[in-house]
């Protein structure tokens, strides 16, 4: 088969999985196996080999992504039922001092971004910046805003949120250089965001009179604000559905009884992981093979252990030792597993879609069409994120099916790990950018923070597209020293 037919398939399969998601809406896991055995058949896969080819495209994704989003989700789960978050940001905020709580709220949703998921983290989140606004009279837009945006760039940028870590096994990339490269580089973003939200929020916008008199405890005077619908009840392609108007004060509350945890105790929880993978790659790449330590040191510091490790000293400190019984804490691992089931699948499901298109054939005459561009395989990574998240809304989504398109172009290419791993980030970059209407997370935020959706566009929207192409610049400045 010729690759123009081959890339008319290719085209025709994305353009169909963004029809049904975006106009049939169907749930992205069946949109991405419906579309891959349609492309599969279609490019002459044999019908004998097609089960075999999602079998193996599935399995070798799950296999390596499943258990890490899993316990990245349970960790999450047992710091915020704990308190833990709550309790980490109302510190943050004693710490940085009245005049710098929206500096300190970013922080807060910057550290606890790692662990806990967007929508989770905006949730529990929110209510403190509803307080600090009624408190200092000042717009909830100056907190919520950096605050919502620093959980977002974590979420597209960094392991152990799904796409991130399906990206990272997809290309070859390491999760320790991810990391590495990754939070320095995501903290600057994070930064310069905040200062470009400080310039946003100097002006007024219309809010929400709901909204208004919830923060304030009084009624708007601006006859400029006007009422919004609800917030709608759908699925933003991670796996977690958008929660309805409600959920500002239903999310399951810590015991009050109970002391939270400390802020020493939280942070420890939230980077012991992250050290751990850091020594495991810092310990293969300085440590000479054979050696006792460096063997320690893989595999404490292999994503899934080190997670794993961290399960237990949450499940310890901030569970056991504080009271909970083995049922609870069994009880509350549990209930972290049915928001990531679908993530985990709709993961799963991309990488079915990047196994079709090499055994079709498809991969190999994308990377001849992009070879022949002559752009940098940086470059085309973000270009291609950013175009597929503004398309059809989801960062996940955007960065699974990213992956599947350039993994041929990235093999031939012959790049290394540290060079894969900045690719990985500027796939995050082009995920972060563009939250718009289509996004079920534009919407989980604009109407928590009161905004109508012209206000949202230019606010949120601008600054996530800033924040993106901010973060694809240090990619691009990074580059020379890998």
């Known amino acids: 088969m010729s690759h123009s037919t081959l890339l008319l398939i290719a085209a025709a399969g994305v353009a169909t999985l963004l029809l049904l998601i975006l106009r049939a809406k169907v749930q992205p896991f069946v949109a991405l196996v419906v579309v891959s055995i349609g492309v599969a058949l279609a490019a002459g896969v044999p019908a004998a080999d097609l089960v075999k080819t999602i079998e193996e495209g599935m399995g070798s994704t799950l296999g390596h992504i499943a258990t890490i989003i899993a316990l990245g989700a349970m960790i999450g789960r ?13 510190s943050l905020i004693d710490r940085f001092g009245s005049n710098r709580t929206p500096l300190a709220l970013t922080v807060a949703g910057f550290v606890l971004g790692i662990p806990v998921f967007f929508e989770v ?23 919520a805003l950096p605050m919502g945006a620093a959980m977002l760039t974590v979420h597209a940028f960094l392991p152990p949120h799904p796409g991130a870590v399906a990206v990272t096994q997809a290309i070859g990339a390491d999760q320790g250089l991810v990391l590495l490269l990754g939070i320095p580089l995501t903290a600057v973003v994070i930064l310069l965001g905040y200062l470009i939200s400080r310039r946003m929020t100097r002006r007024a916008y219309p809010m929400d009179p709901a909204v208004h008199a919830e923060v304030y405890g009084e ?13 709608p009840t759908a699925d933003d392609g991670h796996g977690t559905a958008v929660l309805t108007k409600s959920a500002r004060t239903t ?23 992250i050290l751990l993978i850091l020594a495991g790659t810092l310990g293969q790449n300085l440590l ?10 893989t595999v404490l510091g292999a994503p899934m252990v080190a997670l ?18 083995r049922t609870h804490i069994a009880n509350v691992m549990g209930s972290a597993l049915p928001s990531v089931a679908m993530v985990i699948l709709v993961a799963g ?23 022949r561009t002559g752009l940098p395989a940086l470059f085309l990574a973000f270009l291609t994120a950013l175009a597929l998240r503004a398309a059809q809304g989801s960062t996940t989504v955007a960065l699974i099916t990213t992956a599947g398109i350039l993994t041929p172009l990235l093999q ?25 209407i289509n996004d079920a997370g534009y919407w989980m935020f604009t109407k928590l923070a009161g905004l109508d959706v012209a206000s949202g566009l230019r606010t949120w929207t601008v600054l996530t597209t800033a924040m993106g192409i901010i973060g694809f610049g240090l990619t691009a400045a990074l580059w020379p020293l890998v």
């Open 349 to 371: 499901a991309g990488g079915v879609f990047g196994k079709v298109l090499v055994a079709s054939g498809i991969g190999d005459a994308i990377a001849d069409v992009l070879d």
């Open 412 to 436: 031939r290419a012959d790049l290394s790990t540290a060079q894969l791993s900045l690719v990985a980030l500027a796939m995050g970059a082009g995920g972060l950018a563009v939250s718009h």
């Open 251 to 273: 999310t399951t509350a810590p015991d009050p009884a109970l002391r939270p945890p400390s802020f020493g105790m939280v942070l420890a929880l939230i980077v012991a992981p």
């Open 121 to 143: 983290g905006l949730i529990i989140l929110m209510p403190i910046a509803y307080g600090v606004a009624r408190a200092s009279r000042k717009p909830l837009l100056v907190h």
């Open 78 to 90: 047992i710091i915020e039922l704990s308190g833990g978050a709550a309790s980490f940001a109302h």
């Open 308 to 325: 794993l490790i961290d399960v237990a000293l949450c499940a310890w400190l901030l569970g056991a030792r504080r009271g909970w019984d």
């Open 288 to 297: 000479a093979e054979g050696s006792t330590f460096r063997a320690v040191l």
């Open 219 to 231: 009624e708007p005077t601006s006859p400029e604000a006007s009422s919004t619908p609800a917030i």
